[in-house]
């Protein structure tokens, strides 16, 4: 069973661009969520898709976009970066039909904004 | 609005002692706790889950609670090792809202030998 993958590990923008992250769930997982973390904090939620939808979100601006592809894996995109944006972004991937299912994190994206 | 506390938010240990980490959260209304562990800058590795409806797991020399009706869990490592040290993420899975997760800031513990 494949786990979860990110790409890229680390990447360095310069504040205004736009920024894709890639993510491929585990296998059999059809909810996939983005959190970002900041240096010395807990995850925060951005947003979850089920299944291609989008069936839930956190307190992010709409700059902060997503989508979910046919084969569950799913792709965060940034756009006007900000220099607050630079985190560690978490990628994590559960069953959204069985509630009872943990969540199985990548190794995470760093991005640091200039 | 769930929220997760972890205490201490971090912690120094000779190599050998036994030690809990502390987990308490708002709402009850929770599918699973999961404890994660997660090494500087890397992702995260999940532990332990438990379901609400369970009061404990156990992994090797890592036990947790779980009382759903008081909002707390711990996290108990037993003879710890330099290996240990890394940051202990606490985080509930609402069983209300979106199903996601909610974490606390963690405890950092360092094991010294």
């Known amino acids: 069973e494949t786990g979860v993958t990110q790409s890229p590990t680390h990447l360095i923008k310069t504040r205004g661009q736009q920024v894709t992250l890639r993510c491929s769930s585990q296998s059999g997982h059809n909810t996939v969520s983005w959190y970002q973390q900041a240096l010395g904090q807990g995850p925060q939620f951005i947003f979850q898709?089920?299944?291609?939808?989008?069936?839930g979100r956190g307190n992010f601006p709409p700059r902060f976009s997503g989508l979910q592809f046919p084969n569950y894996s799913s792709e965060l995109n940034v756009n006007a970066l900000e220099l607050d944006d630079s985190a560690l972004y978490l990628c994590?991937?559960?069953?959204?039909?069985?509630?009872?299912?943990?969540?199985?994190f990548g190794s995470g994206t760093r991005l640091t904004v200039v | 609005k769930q929220e997760v506390t972890q205490i201490p938010a971090a912690l120094s240990v000779p190599e050998g002692e036994n030690l809990v980490l502390n987990c308490s959260f708002t709402d009850s209304a929770i599918y699973n706790l999961q404890w994660f562990r997660q090494d500087p800058g890397k992702g995260l590795t999940s532990l332990l889950l438990i379901q609400s409806s369970q009061r404990e797991q156990t992994s090797g020399r890592l036990n947790a609670s779980l009382d759903k009706s008081s909002g707390r869990s711990t996290l108990y490592i037993a003879a710890s090792q330099p290996g240990d040290s890394a940051t202990y993420l606490c985080?509930?899975?609402?069983?209300?809202?979106?199903?996601?997760?909610?974490f606390g800031k963690g405890t950092m513990l360092l094991v010294s030998p």
């Open positions: 985080a509930v899975r609402s069983s209300e809202g979106y199903s996601t997760l909610t």
């Open positions: 994590a991937s559960s069953s959204g039909d069985r509630r009872d299912y943990g969540y199985t």
């Open positions: 898709y089920y299944r291609e939808e989008e069936n």
